[in-house]
């Protein structure tokens, strides 16, 4: 074989791998990110930040500033499931979900973040975000029904006023719990319960762990999305947590049972009962 065929073919061969090598790194450059990117309208020149939220805490990742086209752009990498946090520079808040590699494409208006967004690339973000705007909505509905009442506690019908707002109160609010079931109903395989127990109705808890029936129901979801993602950061921290409070509230019980038996022996067999008995020092 002539020298000449032998370089071109060498030279032909290096170019090959090369070219091999370097869509190999493209491929693992881009299949190991994930973007968060988009377009929110009124915010030119602002800063909006990702912060990741991990069981620890807010862990910041980065800011990006809004372009003159109202866009920005972030790039990350994709280790497992998680929640993340787009912060703008005046505080408003709004939670996505990563869980897999690709993009998320947000819009939305600056001023008014929660409200106006719109989330594409993401059905575990698109159902959050959905519940953000209600749980949004109805923080400002109570703020309003309490400023309300403030002005309102002292005239003559009061108490039939107030009635009708307990009432009001008391129908959205089982609206909205209905509702953050049936979403984690649709999603048990996805980290959208974690964010979905937690979320508030005004101030207050919708699903409170210091409840019997909402503890076993908190860790029910819990347990069972821990049986299909063991090794997420944030299931086990919490199936670690509730696995805890049953075990006190389980612990709980059987001293109450064991005080009612010893205190009816006493009861029927005519037995002093003493301040020991009772549990107090």
């Known amino acids: 074989m002539p020298r000449s065929l032998i370089t071109h073919l060498s030279s032909l061969i290096i170019f090959l791998l090369m070219c091999l090598i ?7 450059t881009t299949t190991n990110n994930f973007e968060i990117f988009g377009h929110l309208s009124g915010g030119d020149g602002r800063e909006i930040s990702l912060h990741e939220l ?11 500033k809004i372009d003159e086209h109202s866009n920005f752009h972030f790039t990350q990498p994709f280790n497992h499931a998680s929640l ?18 690709g993009k998320i494409e947000i ?11 719109s989330v594409k690339g993401s059905k575990t973000s698109e159902s959050i975000v959905e519940l953000q705007k209600i749980v949004f909505a109805n923080r400002m509905r109570v703020d309003s029904m309490s400023h309300l009442w403030d002005e309102r506690k002292y005239e003559k019908n009061a108490d039939a006023f107030k009635k009708i707002m307990d009432s009001t109160y008391q129908t959205n609010y089982a609206k ?11 999603n048990q395989r996805s980290l959208v319960p974690v964010y979905v127990l937690f979320q508030p109705y005004g101030s207050n808890k919708v699903f409170d762990e210091t409840n019997e029936e909402d503890l076993f129901y908190m860790s029910e979801v819990i347990e069972d999305l821990y049986s299909v993602m063991p090794d997420n950061p944030h299931v086990n921290k919490l199936n670690e947590h509730f696995s805890q409070l049953k075990h006190q509230c389980e612990q709980i019980k059987q001293e109450q049972q064991r005080m009612k038996q010893m205190l009816q022996y006493k009861a029927e ?6 301040i020991s008995d009772m549990g107090t020092n």
């Open 22 to 28: 370097f869509v190999s790194c493209q491929r693992s």
């Open 54 to 64: 991990t069981p620890m805490g807010e862990n910041p990742l980065g800011a990006d």
């Open 84 to 101: 993340y946090l787009l912060r703008t520079d005046d505080n408003q808040t709004v939670t996505l979900i990563v869980d897999t590699t």
């Open 107 to 117: 819009t939305g208006n600056y001023n008014n973040l929660v409200s106006s967004l």
């Open 176 to 186: 909205q719990r209905e509702l953050q079931i049936e979403i984690i109903k649709k």
């Open 269 to 274: 067999h005519h037995i002093p009962i003493t």
